[in-house]
């Protein structure tokens, strides 16, 4: 009972003033950045779930790019091989085709 006195009392006021709902306007107001606080609380840890991840496989991808380092310098040097045997090959297939003809 007080507090409706209380909020009679100060709409009379708001009336009398010209200001008629601020009281409510203000509570909704306080309301919203409660509810804005939260979901910019809640975006902050998504934000933070996402960074962990986007570490997680950065990670991932530096162990592979280590462990395979070796095996790529080694795959380099063997197609460099593989390329002089090749065309060594196609020179003397070439002489005995020539040969044979």
Known sequence: EQEQGVSKKLSDVEK????????????????ISQQKAEVDTIKGKTLEEISQV????NTKIKENKNR????????????????E??????????AYD???A
Request: aromatic share 6%; proline share 2%; hydrophobic share 35%.
């Open 54 to 57: 986007v570490e997680e496989i």
């Open 16 to 31: 009398k003033r010209g200001v008629s709902g601020f009281a409510q306007t203000e509570e909704q107001l306080q309301k």
């Open 98 to 100: 020539n040969i044979k």
């Open 68 to 83: 395979l380092a070796p095996q790529i310098k080694n795959l380099r040097s063997l197609r460099t091989r593989f390329g």
């Open 85 to 94: 045997v090749e065309a060594e090959y196609l020179e003397k297939k070439t």
